[in-house]
C-alpha cells in the first residue's frame, strides 16, 4: 500500500488547485522529520490533522475502522505561514545538498515545491490548511 501526504484548505472550494502528488513526501517522511528538526523546523507531519473527510476516504481505501469517524476530535487548522517556512526550509537545504536524500531527492523537492505553491495560494486568500495522509 502507499502512502501519500496531501493538503486540505479549509472550505468546499479554495479557487484553485491544491492536489500535491505526495507519495515521494510520505516515503521519505522519517528522513524529512530528521531533517526538519536539525534544521530548527517544524517537521511535515505536525501539520497532519484527521477530519470526517480524510477518514472517510481512508474507509472507503478499506484501512482504518469506522468506530473511528463517531470519536474524531474537530479538525485542526493551520496557518499557511508555518507550512511555508518549514518546505522552504527544507527546499533550501535539499537543493545545498542534493544527495541527502540519494535518488529521491528530485521527486521529494518537486512535490515540496507544489506544496509551496498551493501553501502561498492558501496564504494569499487568507485561507487555512492541514495535511491528510491517504493510502492506496
Known sequence: MAASLYIVVEGEDPGFDIFVNGHALARN???LELM???LGAAPLLSFFSADENSM???LEQGTG???WASHLPQPQWFDPSNGLRTVR???E???AT????GSETEAVMMELREYERVLQKTAERGLVWHLAVSWR
Open 98 to 101: 542534493p544527495a541527502a536524500l
Open 93 to 95: 537545504f535539499l537543493f
Open 29 to 31: 517522511e522519517d528522513a
Open 89 to 91: 526550509t527544507l527546499i
Open 36 to 38: 526538519a528538526r536539525r
Open 56 to 58: 472517510a476516504l481512508l
Open 65 to 67: 475502522n469506522p468506530s
